[in-house]
């Protein structure tokens, strides 16, 4: 070949196949051997809850709503078995979702990057036992192999203060002389899941005639460290003044406590029925007697003439 610039374009053609060959050749000898050149995603989970603590009185049931991050290379999803562990007599278990809390699930079926529903974490304590306020560890553990995560979850216990006040009779109303003095019975309960440092009683009662006023006591007047679900009772004595009307009355008996309580403090609204005195009573007959024979006597005596 006399033509130069046709042996340069030969020239580079050829370097341009050899040079090709060279870099596919490492390629197909790979596919070859079945080496993918694909990056390899590891597999990941991550348990998420939405609120980690809260924060409830004893006797409220505790609900964490817990999502999954589940990424993995492979196509097909995973089965991981759920189990939480709570403190010493507390009532846990998983249950479906939140509109499913009657539901419980021990495993959940995850595909990768799926939205599944969140799950709902349940601890129940054991309110009966009035648990000190603070806080409790609750641990979530989702598992499938040697694929794990753990999630740690609290539960802030506060006190919360309940008072209930009753007659020991069960009855609203009772009967009482003008002048005298009734006394009845009142159970005061610590209805809380802390105790009551104090409790104290007061009292709404009628409007007295002239100078003399309703007198209501308490005995004892006040009650201190009323522990969880002890029973203190009160002797409440009522008298109404001498020249009470004879009716029916009402005297209110109010109650409180320290620490303030956490609903509104309990009262009892009592029927006082008063009637007069015996005395008063011979009084009114005899002066019945009197006008009725003073009344014959008049009519023997004038009724002829």
């Not at 990056?39 to 809850?49: A, D, F, G, S």
């Not at 002797?235 to 003044?241: C, E, F, H, I, L």
Request: contains cysteine; proline residues 8%.
């Amino acid at each position: 070949m006399r033509n130069p610039n046709l042996k340069r374009l030969i020239a580079a053609l050829f370097c341009t196949v050899v040079v090709s060959g060279a870099m596919l050749a490492p390629a197909a000898v790979l596919a070859q051997e079945g080496v993918s050149t694909l990056p390899v995603i590891p597999e990941l989970l991550q348990v998420n809850p939405k609120f980690p603590a809260m924060t409830r009185s004893a006797d409220s049931s505790f609900q964490y709503e817990v999502e999954f991050t589940y990424r993995s290379g492979e196509a097909r999803g995973r089965t991981f078995d759920l189990a939480v562990t709570g403190p010493p007599g507390w009532l846990t278990y998983i249950a479906e979702s939140t509109y499913k809390l009657d539901s419980q699930v021990s495993a959940i079926f995850l595909e990768p990057y799926s939205v599944k529903q969140p799950i709902v974490v349940v601890a129940v304590a054991p309110f009966w036992l009035y648990p000190e306020p603070g806080d409790y560890p609750i641990e979530l553990r989702v598992s499938s192999g040697e694929l794990n995560d753990t999630v740690t979850l609290t539960a802030t216990i506060t006190a919360r203060y309940g008072l209930q006040a009753a007659t020991t009779s069960g009855r609203l109303n009772t009967k009482t002389t003008a002048g005298k003095t009734t006394t009845f019975g009142v159970n005061l309960t610590n209805t809380g899941t802390a105790p009551l440092d104090k409790v104290t009683m007061t009292s709404s009662k009628p409007v007295g005639i002239g100078s003399e006023e309703w007198l209501v006591e308490f005995e004892p007047a006040t009650i201190e460290n009323l522990a969880p679900g002890d029973v203190m009772e009160v002797q409440v004595s009522v008298t109404a003044p001498r020249n009470t009307v004879a009716g029916d009355y009402m005297v209110t008996l109010n109650y409180a406590g320290d620490p303030a309580l956490s609903s509104a403090p309990p009262s009892l609204a009592i029927r006082m029925s008063v009637a007069t005195p015996t005395t008063w009573g011979l009084v009114g007959a005899l002066i019945v007697v009197l006008v009725v024979g003073g009344l014959v006597w008049a009519f023997r005596k004038y009724g002829r003439r």
